[in-house]
């Protein structure tokens, strides 16, 4: 009977740890081929530093990160504001509606939403495509996870405490500033990093607003890949893994339950 | 004038009257008690008096001034949660200091009152704590300082020590009883419990599906009961159907279909002959005023029945006898084993004679 319990206990072991290995070991090879003396993927030559040297000095890639930076702060923000909002109307209204409009952009397949926008940018706005279509297709579709995180922690809240804030003498708005808000931080900074994350490493939707005079990071990485991998590339992903890998670990300290939602 | 006045109060959910024309007088430095079963709308009043619900008709006046256009916040009434509602990213110190706050209160004034209140909610030591590192009956402590703090009129409990063992929960009651009587200010309190309700309250208010069937001191209610409702509702209680023969001004001459005539003490509310012959009800009598004896104890009694001990239930303090009467009734007495030995005296099968004082029990109106 144990013996049985233990054969089988290994056998997942080793299913588990297969499919970390085909998670992980890409990135791996990614990261350490980063470090590689060799113009090429192919093989491994010896240790350099060589190609975050080159990644410094690469004008146009920095013009890019520097262009990432600013787009994910930027609509993070935003999206941390509007989403924060749409939460506690999501959870004091309970409209079906409400939840089912914020949650669609979620759901949405990015090529869809990022078809979308792009002829709403171009033929209703009349928008000329740039950082601002970027910043505001960003917003769009992560203004839902922010939303989800905040309804969810307040919904794991006993309401009694915010009729207790005004029973105690305080106004909705300071019932707010002194009891909701602490109370949903939290969730509050965890989403905006989530947003972050999702902004700076998005392609489909950034791909299709943004025009011809800006890159992005993740724009910039798939150009050089069309005319040769090097490991430039490697060295630039393995410091937006490191970055991504930060914010989330961040994410997870600030909030324990965020890791619990799909991204 | 009453501090709080509740006047025709009606209070629907869709179609549903969850409070139904209720009024109420609580005077200053009164201990109120709603008592009433599950879902009789106990909580349905607080939340009127606090202000979390608007009265669909009637009025609450509190020291006579109307309070339908104040909101919570600006209403001197403060609430103790069922579930204590203390804030999980404060302090108990700043929990308690929260309404001060509020009221914008100086700092040092904030200071020397939280400090005040802790000592009397006996929390002083555990000031710097959070409400999560705090017992069931320490967090209770903390609803009370901080309702109490700012000194309101009026404080509301929605059956605060519910969530409390048993033994906690007493002693938490003479904590709420000298609390009250330190601080003076009125309580209104809610419960299903009516040993609880008897124990805490100068008054009580028996609530029944919406509206109130009683309001009295616990000692009336429990000896004058006037509605089957309430007499069946607080204690335990025999109840018999009855018919009036005769309603003079000093007793009332009962007929107890299959049993006979018994005599008992005049009608609450009722002057000579104003409760006609024949009139239909019941009469209701508490165990302990029964008196059980195989032939002569009773038999001096003026309303005195023979009948044979069914069940008895042994007690400790005392020993309940169910004895079955001759038209079928069975009669609850409550006998004290003060007396050693006093509970081997009958037993199941005994043929016994059971009788009341002719001022004992009370007909109820139907
Ligand atoms: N928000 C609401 N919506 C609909 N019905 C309600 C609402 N609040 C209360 N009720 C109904 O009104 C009635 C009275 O409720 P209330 O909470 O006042 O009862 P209670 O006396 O406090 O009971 P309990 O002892 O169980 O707390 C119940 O039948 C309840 O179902
Ligand atoms: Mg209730």
Sequence with gaps: ?263 | MALLEIKNVTRRFGDFAAVDNVSLSIEAGEFFTLLGPSGCGKTTILRMIAGFYLPDSGQILLDGKDLADTPPEKRPVRTVFQSYALFPHMTVAQNIAFPLKMARCAPQDIQKRTRETLEQVRLADKAEHYPNELSGGQQQRVALGRALVSHPRLLLLDEPLAALDAKLREEMQLELISLQREVGVTFVFVTHAQDEALALSHRIAVMNRGRVEQVDEPSKLYGFPQSRFVADFIGHINMMDAQVIEAAHGHTRLAIPGLGEITAPPVAGVTAGGLASGAKGAFAIRPEQVRIGIHGEAAELKNHFPGEVRNLLYRGDVTVYKVHLANGLMVEALLPNSAPGRAEIFEVGDTVSIGWRHDAGVFLHA
């Design chain 1, 1 to 263: 009977m144990r013996k049985e319990a233990g054969r089988r206990g290994m056998g997942l072991w080793v299913a588990a740890l297969a499919v970390y290995a085909f998670l992980y070991l890409p990135l791996l090879i990614v990261v350490i081929y980063s470090f590689n003396d060799s113009r090429l993927n192919a093989e491994w030559v010896g240790f350099t530093w060589h190609w975050y040297d080159v990644l410094l000095h690469d004008e146009d890639m920095l013009a890019a990160a520097g262009n990432s930076l600013l787009i994910a702060l930027t609509s993070s923000l935003m999206t941390t504001i509007l989403g924060t909002m749409a939460g506690i109307a999501m959870h004091r209204y309970r409209l079906k509606a409400l939840t089912f409009m914020v949650m669609t952009p979620v759901a949405m397949p990015e090529i869809l939403l990022g078809v979308s926008l792009l002829l709403f940018f171009i033929q209703i706005l009349n928008l000329t495509l740039g950082m601002v279509s970027i910043i505001l297709a960003h917003i769009t579709f992560s203004i839902g996870f922010v939303a989800i995180v905040v309804r969810t922690s307040l919904a794991g809240m006993d309401e009694s405490i915010f009729e207790a804030a005004r029973d105690c003498g305080a106004s909705p708005w300071r019932t707010f500033r002194h009891i909701t808000f602490p109370l949903i931080l939290p969730s509050v900074v965890a989403g905006g990093l989530m947003a972050f994350t999702l902004s700076i490493d998005d392609f489909v939707i950034t791909f299709f607003t943004a025009g011809v005079g800006v890159s992005t990071l993740p724009l910039r990485i798939y150009s050089m890949i069309k005319i040769a991998v090097t490991p430039e590339v490697n060295a630039v992903s393995t410091l937006l893994m490191l970055l991504t890998l930060a914010l989330i670990v961040l994410a997870s300290r600030i909030a324990p339950s965020v890791l619990r939602f799909k991204t």
